[in-house]
């Protein structure tokens, strides 16, 4: 390879990094699993071993002018961008979820479900996203509280699931209520305490 196209090569590989190192470190990732420190450190890494390349492939008068940009410190693995934000949006998250009417349908009709249909139609998963931010919240858990960012996406779950069970027969010795069978004259509950799941 020409020493000219490495130097672009390792100059571009260089720059995009510092690039996502400063996104990552100011905005935040939607990586589900891993805290933004994880990633970011992966990515100050990145940058270690193009600086490196640009070592071994090139003289010092051929280095790109990235090269010379400070390499980013390590930050904690646990840090997470805009923690604030995520926890004001999945306070958020949980209230709306806490008031829909189709969460609050499912939580009064699962103990009347047969193991089976209740594994079929998924709602034990389904009322878990709730309770799963419940708890996130609690224990101050940012990475979990980030995956509710979008809260419309699980909203809808709590509605085709609601659906799922609206088209199973009750027991024969089970009588729905007109607000069941109806689904007019939804309550809303503003106190936690007052759901029954």
Known sequence: MPKKKVQEDYGKQLNDSFARWEHYYINGGQDPFWPDGTNLNLIRNHIIYYKHMIEDSMQPDDYPEIYYRDTPTEVPDDYMARA?????????????????????????????LEPKQAKQISIVNVIGYAKGLEKAIQDDDLITMRRHRNPDSYIEDFSSCAERVRSIEPPENEQLSLFDMMYEDIPTYDDEEEMEC
Do not use: M
């Not at 998250?93 to 939580?107: E, V």
């Open 84 to 112: 604030d934000e995520i926890r004001e949006v999945a306070k958020d998250a949980l209230g709306r979820y806490l008031t829909d009417p189709d969460y609050q349908f499912l939580c009064r009709r699962i103990d009347s």
